[in-house]
Structures are given as C-alpha cells and as structure tokens.
C-alpha cells in the first residue's frame, strides 16, 4: 500500500519550517517560542487528521517538549518518553518533521520513540511506565564514566504513574546520587480518566494553596542553590525540613521517596517551563517536577471528549467530524463490542461474575459494563500485574471474574498467571484482546506470544474464537462452575465476519474441535480468526480444482486428540495457521502430537515469523507474514503439487 499523501510541508517561513533538528529550536530567542508551540500544535493537528494516529496525548505535550529541546542539549543530555505517544512533537523537532506523514503507515516512522529511528530516540516506548527505570539507568551509567554534567529526563505521564514499575524505579533512585530529573505530566487521563488514590493524591498536591505557597518560596531558595557557595546542602536541608515541618497535614509522597519535588507548574506556560528547567539543571540528584497539562490541549473538541479523541482516527480539523466508514450493509462488530455486552448477558445471570481491566475499559469495551454494573466493573489503573492477582483474590472467594487485558500488556503479568492464578488452580477468565498483529501500533503491541507463554502453563485452558459466535460460546463455556479452571480466550482488533451475531450462547465442550469443511490430500487446521482466511482460500481453491479439507480447532490446549488422530490417520500434508509467533504456538503444538504420536506427515506451518514485526494496516501485515488467504491457497497448492511430483 503506497503512503498516503498528506500536507507534510509546512508553512513557507514559518519558524517550524527552519528547524530541523534541537539546536534550531536553541538558537531562536525564548519570545519566540510561544509561535513555535502554535505552529507545531497546528502542524501535528494538520497530519493526524489526514492520516490517522494518537491525537490528544501529544497536544497536551506541546510547550513542554519545545521547553525540553530549547534547555537540554538533546542527544547529548538523555530525553526518555514514557507512554510514546506524548511524543509527536518530539519526533517533529528532531529531524522527522518531513516525515511525519508516514507516521504508523506502513513502512514509515514508527508511533513510538524507536532508537533504530533517531538518536533523539534514547529508549524505545510502547508499553507505559518504562521511562524513570530507564532514565536512572542512563544516569547511573553517567555517574559511572565521570560524564557529571550529562542531565537525564523521563517524561511521565497519562497514566504511567500507575503502574508498579514507575514506583519501583522512585524507590531506587531516590538513593541513588545521580542527575535524574522525572516530569510527571499530569493531565489525570490515560486513555480514559485516572483511577485510584494516586490520582486523588495530585489533585490535593495541585490545589492546596498552603502547600504550594511554601513549596514556591523553596523553589526561589533552591533554584538559585549554586550561589550558596560552599554551605548550599545544609541551607537546602534546612529548606526542606522546614516545609515538611509547616506541612504534617500535607506530607509529599516523592519527598518521602528523597525526591526533591517542585510544582506544580503550567505545563503549557512555555516560557515559564524554560525558566523552571533552567533552575532544575543547576540542582544535583533526583528531582520530580509535576507539571498540569490538558490532554487535547489547543483543539477544543479533543479537551472536552478527551478519551475520545486520544486516537480518533481521521477527522476533518474544522468541523471536527470524525470520518467513519459508511456502507449501505450493515457490519460485523468489532470483537471488544462482543466482549464487552456478551459479559454484561452473563453477569446479569450469574452473580459471580465480575470484570477487571487495566487502565482500558474503553480500549476493551468493559466500559459497557462500568455503565450498567458499576459495583462489578474494575479499572485497576495501568497496573497488569495487580489486575491478574486482584482477580485471583476474588476468585478464592468464589467470584468469577473475567481479567480483560491486551495481549501485549498480558506479558508484564506473566509470573501472577503461573504464581497466583495457575498454580493454584483458580478460576480466572482471561480475555486477551488485541490478540495477533495489532496494527499500526506496531512492535510494541503486536499479540504475538500469548499461545505460545500460556499453553505450557499447566492448569491453562487456551482458547480462540473463530467468530463472533464461538466468542460468545467461549464466554459462556468459561463462566460456568463446572469449568472451575483457569481460561484464557484471546482475540484480535478490528471486526468479527458475523452482522446477526447476537444468537443464544451454547456451552461448548472444552478442548473439542470442529471440521468446518470436509476435503481430500490436505488438511487446513486453523485457530481463532483466521479461520475466516481459511475459508476464503478454500472457496477459491474449489474452483481451481483443489479440495483441502478445513477443521477449526478451537483450543491450542487441551487439544483435540481425538480429531488429530482422525485427521493424522487421514491426511499426510498438513497446514496449520495461526495469527501467532511459529515458535512455540499453535503449528508447534500439532508438530509436537504428531511427534508423540508416530505420525509422519508433511507440515507446513503459517503465522507471525521469528522476528519482530513493524506496524502498518492489518492486511498488509497478515500479507508480510504470509498467512493470509493468499499464503494459504499458495501452500496449498504446493503441497498437492510436491504429492503429483512424488
């Protein structure tokens, strides 16, 4: 697919079209900065809204990211983003700025920072929470080489603050002596609205006059710190334990971590925040500077509806019409939409059920049940690891609850899967969504693995829809109190292939099969959605003259043996498909029965190869890695043609 043409140049003397690169921007006067974060605002604005991408998470960054390039001497001094896509406007100031069309397009730039990219790009970003555990390790690595006066910052923000590994990061480097200096963008979203008591904690620190009266005075005292001369540490100690003094009723939760705090500040006061970074580069160790910001921030529709417009898709930049694809036919579902009325049916008829996700309950559509089952519905904040145990607490009490994570994110919270959930037999749902390549989110979010880490766990039940229909079923056979195991369902973005999908659910017997379409020489054993490419293929091949026979499998574990031993003991050329990595998936686990079993057959095995895959539209992809309705129809004729040959 060719890229898509957009309005990639920018306005002819404008001050954005002059800056390449970081030392551009350093070498305008700070008045003119304001007009830069203007331009830049208008520039992401006028290309996200032809080609599609993260919308709001970077508008909300603006001023701050022109402030980091003007103060710090980026690449030298180390800029970490966390939660990439705040870094848009990054990516435009560090020599990306006539590429930024080819944004998450196939074959462009990357979404995310990427260090392959750009050395602007000091840490690869996808995933949240990454960026303090990073940025300390940069500063450690520093203070090693005598590198004193290289600066390190990490970028922190919609949400990110959430997750256990940023507190893990804070807990170590408010020991460590080292030039960190961590900004908390705090807009109170992720990609829905902030949860938990962190969130409520900023707001008190945000809007306590007293506190920050103080903490101003502290401010003006520390960061003049280089002019105490040799008496400047016991001044700032002093400083300090004055504040926490005046301030029991108020206690900073970074200070108690050795962090010295300071804000908070208007993230998009440019001027001030040069003014506020210059300070801080005079100030040794670890610093936290929290920072307001409104995701969103310069387009008014995407501030009021911030959830919304976090990744819109393309929209026109006047009216604020979001282009969704219109047909006369009525459409598929997407697959989260299934999910997520499926499990308000089932909750309404059975207690027991509840629902837990991650920082994604729009992401996963359990906000379907948030709305009618408030007190059953659970947004953990971006915290995997806490979703998956607070489940398998629930479950010893004898709930239900069905664990909703994107595939990708499930990998942070693998050792609670096998410690807490499996190995004591407990019965947790999980709905991995996202499952397969993912998109133009790429790399970073493609649902590879999730066969291949959770079919050698013992306990696990893993299963994949082929449709709407088996999702529903799936659910159903999942919740019931017989099953008493863990389940894992996975599925993929994007739309299901069934309209009238609402049918009554049936319970399916676990670990059983279907043969979808009976045939000669070759058998088709396909898992979850692309079973659907299966189908396509063999419509085609039909009329080719080719008969292949296709059985949908519907478990990776336990598997079918009795139907692999019908087809094994009827067919000698076996194609196995899956949207997964090889390496341990689905074809490895019909590999290894065949084995085991003293069968011998020919089988070829389609789906995601031993390397990571870069983003772009599903189709290209599936396209890439061969395992699409062309790969199939193209492997099975080689295997009908290698049998004449023979």
């Not at 079209?17 to 700070?30: G, V």
């Not at 819109?312 to 694809?325: A, C, M, Q, R, W």
């Not at 971006?382 to 994110?409: K, R």
Request: aromatic share 8%; proline share 5%; hydrophobic share 40%.
């Amino acid at each position: 697919m060719p890229l898509k043409p957009a309005m990639n140049k920018v306005e002819p003397g404008s001050l954005l079209a002059n800056i390449n690169l970081p030392a551009d921007l350093r070498s305008l006067r700070e008045d003119q900065l304001k007009e830069v974060s203007r331009e830049l605002r208008d520039y992401i604005i006028d290309i996200v809204s032809v080609n599609g991408g993260h919308f709001g998470a970077s508008l909300g960054t603006v001023e701050m990211t022109v402030a980091l390039h003007y103060v710090f001497n980026t690449p030298y001094d180390q800029l970490v983003w966390d939660v990439g896509h705040q870094a848009y406007g990054h990516k435009i100031l560090t020599g990306r700025r006539d590429l930024f069309h080819t944004n998450r397009i196939y074959k462009g730039i990357s979404g995310f920072p990427k260090r392959s990219e750009s050395e602007y790009d000091t840490f690869g970003v996808g995933h949240s929470s990454t960026s303090i555990s990073a940025a300390l390790g940069m500063a450690v690595a520093s203070r090693l080489k005598g590198e004193k006066e290289r600066q390190h910052i990490a970028v922190i923000g919609d949400g990110a603050m959430t997750a256990g590994l940023a507190f893990e990061a804070l807990n170590h480097a408010g020991v460590e002596n080292s030039n960190l200096l961590v900004i908390l963008n705090d807009n109170c979203m992720s990609i829905d609205p902030n949860v938990g008591a962190l969130k409520e904690y900023l707001t008190d620190m945000s809007t306590s006059h007293t506190y920050n009266k103080v903490k101003d005075e502290v401010w003006k005292l520390l960061g003049k710190i280089s002019k105490f001369g040799p008496n400047a540490q016991e001044i700032a100690s002093k400083l300090e334990n004055a504040v926490k003094t005046t301030l029991l009723k108020q206690s900073n939760l970074f200070e108690s971590l050795r962090f010295r705090y300071f804000g908070p500040v208007d993230g998009h006061d440019v001027n001030r925040m040069v003014k506020v970074l210059q300070d801080l580069k005079d100030i040794p160790g670890p610093k936290i500077l929290h920072a307001l910001t409104v995701k969103g921030k310069g387009y008014a529709n995407a501030e009021k509806d911030q959830t919304k417009w976090h990744a819109p898709g393309l929209f026109d930049k006047i009216s604020g019409e979001i282009h969704k694809p219109k047909s006369d036919k009525p459409s598929p579902p997407k697959y989260q939409d299934v999910f997520g009325h499926t499990i308000v049916e089932l909750a309404e008829k059975n207690p027991k059920i509840v629902g837990v996700t991650p920082a994604m309950p729009s992401g996963c559509s359990l906000n379907i049940m948030m709305k009618a089952m408030p007190d059953r519905a659970f947004d953990v904040g971006i915290a995997e690891q806490h979703a998956v145990t607070f489940s398998a607490g629930l479950a010893t009490q004898g709930m239900v609850p069905f664990c909703n994570i994107y595939s990708s994110f499930m990998q942070r919270a693998y050792d609670q899967v096998i410690h807490d959930v499996a190995l004591q037999n407990l019965h947790v749902v999980f709905c991995l969504d996202r499952g397969g390549l993912a998109g133009a989110d790429g790399a970073t979010h493609h649902g590879a693995f999730d066969y291949a880490y959770f079919r050698c766990i013992p306990n696990m039940i893993v299963s994949a829809p082929m449709n709407e229909e088996e999702l529903r079923n799936l659910m159903y056979t999942a919740q019931l109190e017989e099953t008493n195991a863990p389940f894992s369902i996975r599925y993929p973005r994007g739309n299901g292939v069934i309209v009238d999908w609402k049918k009554p659910m049936q319970k399916l017997e676990i670990g059983k099969g279907r043969m979808v379409r009976s045939g000669e020489e070759v058998a088709i054993l396909t898992i979850g959605h692309p079973g659907n490419f299966a189908v396509e293929a063999c419509g085609e091949l039909n009329k080719e003259g080719f008969y292949p026979a296709h059985y949908d499998l519907r478990f990776v574990k336990p598997l079918d043996t009795e139907l692999l031993h019908e087809i094994f003991s009827s067919f000698k050329k076996i194609i196995t498909v899956e949207d997964a990595c090889i390496m341990g998936g689905f074809g490895s686990a019909i590999a290894e029965f065949m084995i085991d079993n003293n069968y011998s057959a020919s089988i070829t095995r389609l789906g995601i190869p031993d390397r990571f895959i870069e983003h772009g539209e599903q189709k290209e992809l599936y396209d890439e890695c061969h395992f699409d309705a062309e790969a199939i129809k193209k492997a099975v004729r080689q295997q009908v043609c290698e049998t004449v040959l023979v």
